[in-house]
């Protein structure tokens, strides 16, 4: 069966690098958390991986503690039911997450490509292909995204290479200008905007290979990608960066590199096929949770369910979903984070490490 399917460790390593990539690759100073000083950024990435680094830790735990087990059957060996809980918070967030990448690609399309017309027809065809690509399971995801992982590499390269004769080094003002503070609420803005966490604590145990390792060169690739785009948008840019919606997309269209002009059209195509794949995956993730804890022959109309649900929400309330991540406060945003992160991994594991040691005593 294919809820069975193993994929590779690197292939887990391609769909959760891509996945967080794109959230980069959208990174709009219009957020709640924008900065006002260029250097800051450079701090803020670091800050960023400290902090996702501690919303990790419940994956340490379970990983240790369960290595065969995602966070639904972990907290199966406590409750039925708390297993059911769990289950359906994921895949909420999963679909809510979704609903915002569909949000965030439909305003991209709506003020970039396509001011002037309806994004209507973008949207449905854009969820009509995710739910497909869906349906088709993880091994294909995760195939596609290691193909979609070294276009997008590739494409950055010839952008940086392109903005290299723009650096300038006047560009970057003194970091802490203001003090740590705004790099610190800034980093921890960026760490709660890592979903890829909860997907880790599924897909850990469908991949074959050392999660330990794949994890570090996640880590280590997020924080060196973050640190070079940033370098050579604010280095090509500088203050300018600040006034854009979309900087990195502003870097694009200035780029020239040889007889090579219009990457902003290569990186178009990069930012609509990543969040293809994204809502794919998160689509393909909700569904696979309400099979193992509900029908598991329904998981093509669980797809189907949360497709319709997306399109119909973003159609007709999408503003109300893009002023979760530009008008709510960070606290808010970040509570809601962490009770998907934190909270409920750390009540799993915390009840089925106690019902497994009361088994224990009682059998010795």
């Known amino acids: 069966m294919e809820k069975s399917t193993k994929i590779s460790i690197w292939q887990l390593f391609s769909i959760v690098l891509l996945s967080r990539l794109l959230t980069l690759l959208t990174y709009t100073p219009v957020g709640a958390e924008g900065l006002e000083h260029t250097s800051d950024y450079f701090a803020a990435v670091g800050f960023a991986v400290l902090f996702i680094l501690l919303f990790s830790l419940p994956l340490v735990w379970q990983r240790k503690a369960f290595p065969t087990l995602d966070i639904v059957d972990v907290a199966y060996c406590a409750s039925p039911l708390l297993s059911k809980g769990t289950a359906l918070c994921l895949a909420f967030f999963f679909t809510f997450n ?13 003020t970039i490509i396509f001011p002037e017309n309806s994004s209507f027809l973008f949207v449905l065809i854009c ?14 995801i995760g195939r596609a995204s290691g193909i979609s992982l070294a276009v997008f590499c590739a494409s950055f390269i010839f952008i940086m290479l392109a903005m290299a004769e723009r650096i300038d080094f006047l560009n970057f003002s003194p970091m802490f200008y203001d003090g740590v503070q705004p790099s610190l609420k800034a980093g921890l803005d960026a760490a709660s905007r890592t979903v890829e966490i909860a997907v880790l604590s599924v897909l850990m145990p469908r991949a ?12 280590l690739s997020l924080g060196g990608g973050m640190l070079l785009v940033f370098f050579f948008v604010l ?39 990543t969040a293809f794949i994204k809502i794919s995956l998160l689509l393909y993730l909700q569904a696979m949770l309400l099979q193992k804890s509900f029908s598991a022959k329904w998981k093509n109309l669980y797809i189907l369910a949360a497709g319709i649900l997306i399109f119909v929400v973003q159609i ?8 979760f991540f530009f008008g709510t406060a960070l606290w ?22 106690l019902k497994r040691k009361r088994a224990h005593e009682k059998n010795s």
């Open 98 to 110: 979704a609903l915002t990448t569909l949000g965030k690609l439909e305003w991209f399309v709506g």
């Open 127 to 140: 969820v009509i292909a995710a739910c497909y690509a869906a349906t088709l399971g993880l091994e294909a």
């Open 208 to 219: 074959s290979g050392k999660p330990g390792k794949m994890y570090a060169a996640w880590i």
């Open 235 to 273: 280095g090509g840019l500088g203050d300018f960066v600040l006034s854009q919606l979309f900087p990195i997309h502003a870097m694009a269209e200035l780029s020239q590199f040889s007889v090579f002009q219009r990457f902003d059209v290569l990186l178009t195509g990069v930012w609509i096929l």
């Open 316 to 323: 007709l309330f999408g503003g109300v979903f893009s002023e």
């Open 332 to 353: 808010e945003r970040m509570l809601f984070f962490a009770v998907f992160t934190l909270v409920i991994p750390i009540i799993a594991l915390t009840a089925a490490t």
